[in-house]
């Protein structure tokens, strides 16, 4: 894939031509002595030109697109194994964009692309057209911080896997990594949740000790059914237990009344036992005593009321008499009763304690099914642990296989590897002759999601301008090797440059130049006029024409509005 145009609806706009070669897009003070703060190379539109090439290539929506330059409308031409292609999309209505005049979903014409350049047709999560296509055209300022990182807050496992694309090694041995510890992860949690969540707990009815709660129900379970087993089922067992209660009931009241019957016999005979003395003589004795005489007459009258005294008393002791007859008689006939009701009680009873009645039986039918639920949970609950920790060991187990697998793929890979290696290793040496530079790849068996540990070094790149070679020459070695695309260009913003000095630029631009032009491809470039002076005085005329004047393909200045990349003034915030 190379660029070939870039227009817009817009006559204001600075069409871009682009070129086989080494392409410069330079921004360009118009009066270098006016030291007005407004005066800059800052807003010409460099960076936006990256906005607009990533937005042609069905980027997400910039916002500050639809709300700063409304209705404006890009097209990039571009070219595919030869085969010539037109993007086209409008500002307003960022969810569509048209390829060769067909109408498409960002989707759509992102799935084509991943086809056409990367030769990708199954689904790859996290290996998508947006992923790889910016490796090619870093955009955001976090994209030149390291040689690895290419999209703002992009995550390591997504970083590795794609470039490890882009560099030939086997993605398999990345996403399976990345399948098997979220595997595990997600296991081993689930394990947790089920041990300690107490919903779980509870819907499993389980407690501390869930061996010994088994154990306890199986013996419980056993119990119930041997109780179940010998249990009589008694169809009038209401009526008996009714006719039992009403039985004591009447028994309670029999023998009430035998108490009452014994108290009244007692009674009678107490009374019967008491007789008063009332002779007349011991009554004149008295008198006689006191020396008095007792007339004739009232002696008579002693004898007449003692007489009748003694015939009440004679007729008292004969009814009490009748009447202890009677009690005994209701005493022995309250007795048989008791003994007969006694006797029907007791077979009641020991009828209903061989008996059950039907609620009975099914309430301890219901306590067994309840009990072996029960034990099915508990049951279900202990094989789904057993489950999981057969599952973490086999994934752990898979894991262990493919670390070993890896290092096997590693070892073939040798001369894979070495091309790797040499390609960085000769870009590098161009800058830093006496500082070994290279690209490592290391099996990371660590308990983690990345597969490949990719190690661009160069020795002390800890100095200023050392990162931004290093992420020149690893861009530059994935374009040079060709691996899993179609990329023919190379894109950088001129901050690349920024932190280099003046002989590290030139050294990046001429082996750009020379690199892109004996592989027939593009290396893309946004510079500023200040960092072509710094290194200007190191390059001969010839060198200065062929890098520097027949590469450049638009000036943007600050001299006005017209002359900017949009024709218009516009301030974006694209961290919005």
């Known amino acids: 894939m190379r660029l070939i145009r870039l227009s817009s609806n817009m006559n204001s706009f600075h069409t871009i031509e682009f070129k086989d070669g080494l392409n410069l897009i330079i921004g360009k003070q118009a009066n270098p002595d006016d030291k007005s703060l407004d005066k800059t190379y800052n807003g010409v539109g460099k960076s936006l030109l990256i906005y607009i090439l990533h937005f042609c290539l069905g980027s997400n929506k ?3 697109f639809e709300e700063k330059i409304p209705g ?25 964009i048209f390829l060769n005049g067909e109408k498409l979903t960002l989707a759509k014409f992102r799935s084509i692309m991943l086809e056409k350049v990367f030769g990708v047709t199954e689904k790859i999560n996290n290996l998508t057209f ?68 107490p919903i779980i707990r509870e819907h499993f009815n389980n407690n501390e000790d869930t061996e010994i709660e088994i154990l306890d129900l199986e013996d419980n379970i056993e119990r119930l059914k041997n109780e179940l087993t010998e249990f009589k089922i008694a169809a009038n067992y209401k009526d008996i237990e009714k006719e039992a209660d009403e039985k004591h009931y009447q028994l309670k009241e029999l023998e009430n009344k035998r108490t009452l019957i014994n108290n009244s016999i007692k009674h009678i005979n107490k009374s019967l036992e008491i007789k008063p003395d009332l002779s007349e003589k011991k009554v004149i004795n008295l008198y006689n005593q006191a020396q008095i005489e007792v007339p004739e007459m009232v002696v008579k009258k002693m004898e007449e009321a003692i007489n009748f005294q003694k015939n009440l008393l004679k007729n008292r002791n004969k009814r009490l008499a009748s009447e202890k007859i009677k009690n005994h008689d209701k005493l022995k006939e309250t007795e048989e ?44 609950y202990q094989e789904i642990l057993r489950t999981y920790k057969k599952k973490l060991k086999d994934v752990q187990s898979d894991f262990n296989t493919q670390n070993n697998e890896t290092d096997n793929y590693i070892e073939n890979i040798q001369d894979l590897l070495e091309d790797i290696m040499t390609t960085f290793r000769d870009l590098s040496k161009t800058f830093y002759e006496k500082k070994p530079g290279g690209i ?24 200023d301008g050392v990162n931004e070679v290093k992420i020149f020459c690893f861009d530059m070695t994935i374009l040079l090797l060709k691996q899993n695309h179609k990329f023919e260009f190379l894109f950088h913003d001129s901050r690349l440059f920024g932190n280099m000095d003046p002989r590290q630029r030139y050294s990046l631009l001429k082996l750009a130049y020379e690199k892109v032009n004996s592989e027939g491809l593009q290396y ?48 974006m915030d694209y961290n919005k």
């Open 524 to 571: 893309i470039a946004t510079i500023n006029e200040d960092i072509i002076l710094s290194f200007k005085d190191l390059m001969t005329e010839e060198e200065y024409k062929n890098i520097i004047e027949d590469s450049t393909r638009l000036v943007l200045t600050d001299e006005s509005d017209k002359s900017k990349l949009l024709g218009i003034q516009v301030d």
């Open 130 to 197: 947006n992923t790889l296509f910016p490796r090619f055209i870093r955009r955001d300022r976090e994209s030149y911080v390291t040689y690895d990182a290419f999209i703002k807050n992009e995550q390591e496992y997504s970083k590795v896997l794609n470039n490890s694309f882009l560099l030939g090694l086997e993605t398999e041995f990345v996403t399976e990594k990345q399948r098997l510890r979220t595997l595990f992860r997600q296991t081993k949690e689930l394990k947790t949740n089920i041990e300690e969540d």
């Open 440 to 463: 490592k790849v290391i099996n990371n068996d660590g308990d983690n999601t990345i597969r490949f540990d990719i190690i661009a070094k160069i020795q002390d790149d800890s100095s």
């Open 337 to 380: 009763l008791i003994e007969v009701v006694g006797k029907e009680l007791d077979k009641a009873l020991r009828y209903l304690n061989t008996h059950g009645a039907l609620e009975d039986y099914n309430a301890l039918n219901k306590k067994l099914n309840d009990m072996q639920t029960k034990l099915e949970r508990l049951n279900e």
């Open 72 to 96: 404006w409308e890009f097209t990039l031409e571009f070219s595919i194994d030869g085969e010539l292609y037109t993007s086209v999309r409008n500002t307003t209505n960022q969810s569509k």
């Open 62 to 64: 910039i916002a500050p």
